[in-house]
């Protein structure tokens, strides 16, 4: 059985929120894409493929900017009770989900990570900033100590918009590269903030799946090993020597064997082959990004297995990717 470990769709009560919100770019996107929030419509794209599953989680905008303070709680157990319903009732097509965490709440979302958990969900879906801000910032540690003591896996969603400019002068993004290079980017620097804060070490428990092969990682393999062990070589104003001191291990052992990452690089075979080659064998699982594609719903599922499928690699590990690697994080069992 494939298990599509990283794939989206709205259920009902929160679409309704972002379509009254009138959020602007991202919501543009979710709103055109039918089978994201039509579960009719996301059968139908499940059903055309042999021996396949889905894992639902929400994709965007990040609940912290459609609601403030408590009121991301609310959003938060809007969504989740969804996934629960739609679950119980589609288990052979959508056979779990994933909770979204309302890091941006009061408590940093700890109270409804535990409540979703306990009412199913395999892990928690967070985005690599919050409204702005990073990840390793003190008010977000209840939910990093949450996960660490829960054990279930934090699926990582870059969250970029065109307010983040490409330059200093301007004062938003231009052509979309805040998404098609800026998430790439936002999805490693998120990960260095938690490897280089200390979270990584703070919380050992702590399973991360990072998604679209960790973004840029994989490319720059050199540059997080070489290059980073001189850190503080290039910055005058500070010694950044002490922050290697403090570290358990080598940067690059962070990035290649403390984190997991999917298969979802929007069908590109080099992206596919250079994630393979970075991570560990026994953190990558198979993910399509489903249904963020110009077939509203069906290439990137389609290409991806077409392009696993064709890889060599003895079965046993084609096993875990497809979905051994996600029952072992997660503790559930899939059917065959």
Known sequence: MRIDAYTHFIPDGIFKKIVESGHADIGKRVREIPCIHDLDARKKVVDQFKDYAQILSYP?????????GEQINEFAKITNDGFVDI????????PGWVAEAPIG???????????????????????????????DLPEFEPFWETMNKLGKPVWLHPARAANFPDYLTEKKSKYEIWWTFGWSYETAAAMARLVFSGIMDK???????????????PMLEGRIGPGWDQLGARTSDEDLSLVLKRLKKRPLDYFKHSFY??????????????????YDPDKIVFASDCPFDPEKGTMYARETLRI????????????????????????????S
């Open 308 to 335: 696993i499928e064709g890889i060599p690699m003895d079965k046993a590990q084609k096993e875990k990717i497809w979905h051994g690697n996600l029952e072992s994080i997660t503790g559930a069992k899939f059917k």
């Open 105 to 135: 709440a009061p408590d940093a979302g700890a109270r409804e990570c535990e409540r979703a958990i306990k009412n199913g969900a395999l892990g928690v879906q967070i985005h690599t900033n919050i409204a702005g801000k990073p990840l």
């Open 60 to 68: 965007m905008p990040p609940l912290e900017l459609l609601a403030k």
């Open 261 to 278: 990452a999917d298969t979802a690089v929007f069908g590109g075979e080099p992206a596919t082959h250079a994630g393979l080659a970075f």
């Open 87 to 94: 679950c119980a009732k589609n288990s052979d097509r959508f």
């Open 203 to 217: 919380y050992p428990n702590l399973k991360i799946i990072t998604h679209h092969f960790g973004g840029i990682v």
